[in-house]
């Protein structure tokens, strides 16, 4: 398994069970499951990264702040990572906790779809980092 992402998921674990726990998951996976239905080909720009509409990516994946406290080491190991290392990592705590089994299943479903959405974040910040003269 990825150091990385093993550590992420470590850190953040209780903060998802707890947003897990304030949405009714089952609508919020068929609200989103008919978003990427109908945007098979979506693709989001720095907006949308930002915004309410990517809810569940920018709360799994796009936590900037841990990003950018990695080491050159980490933030290399991280840049060489894929969504599926991250749903690796994520599977484990499936068996303890039903939301996030049922979580994982959804993002297994749609792997492709969310790997092409961590693909432009992971590319974003890696270029907002070689700016900011970190050594990748």
Request: glycine share 2%.
């Amino acid at each position: 398994m990825n150091p990385i992402w093993s550590h992420y998921c470590a850190l953040q674990m209780e903060e998802w069970l707890t947003w897990l726990r304030s949405v009714h998951l089952q609508s919020y996976i068929e609200l989103l499951t008919r978003f990427i239905i109908a945007h098979p080909f979506y693709t989001p720009s720095e907006t949308d990264m930002s915004n309410e509409t990517n809810d569940l990516f920018h709360r799994l994946i796009a936590n900037r702040d841990f990003i950018l406290s990695l080491s050159d080491k980490g933030l290399s190991v991280w840049a060489n990572s894929s969504f599926s290392d991250f749903l690796d990592c994520l599977e484990p705590y499936g068996t303890r906790y039903r939301d996030i089994r049922n979580l994982c299943d959804f993002l297994r479903q749609y792997e492709n779809w969310f790997a092409r959405q961590y693909a432009f974040f992971r590319s974003d910040i890696i270029l907002y980092l070689r700016e900011q003269g970190r050594n990748l």
